[in-house]
């Protein structure tokens, strides 16, 4: 027998903003969500796109922020799962050094950005498996782009 849709997972792909402090420490960028839950930007990826694509676009319309090279980096540092509307989805997710934070980006009006340390990141977001992501952030070594 075929699978229910509701059993179905909806794949994503988003990224963990990351800047290195002229003193060496490591900060992430976290998002609110529509309804003011902090997060990373994430979204679907649409048909011809990668995954590194769908989260470079997410990274772009959702924090407002430019990658080096314009795009995440490596594989994915680990995945999170949630549920919305009655559907699973699961996210990728990749680091991304930020070039550019811009003024001005598509959700700007719909969310808020904050720049912190993993230790706070880790604290505010809700999900289980994000937080087992940002902790390999601590780990990450930001030269060969491995957790």
Known sequence: MGKKAED?????????????????????LLITSR???WIVPKGKIDEGHTAHEAARIEALEEAGVVGIGGSPEGEPLGH??????????????Y??????????WPDRDHRRREW?????AIRRVEYP????????MER????????
Request: proline share 3%; charged share 30%.
């Open 35 to 37: 309804v003011g839950a």
């Open 8 to 28: 179905q997972i909806i794949s994503q792909a988003g990224v963990i903003p990351y800047r290195i402090r002229s003193d060496g420490s490591l900060q992430v």
């Open 95 to 104: 680091a991304m050094p930020v070039l550019r934070v811009l003024e001005d």
């Open 140 to 147: 990450f070594d930001r030269s060969s782009g491995a957790a």
């Open 129 to 136: 498996d994000l937080r087992d992501v940002l902790e390999r």
């Open 116 to 120: 912190m340390s993993v230790d706070e």
């Open 80 to 93: 999170y799962e949630y549920e919305k509307l009655g559907s699973k989805h699961r996210v990728d997710l």
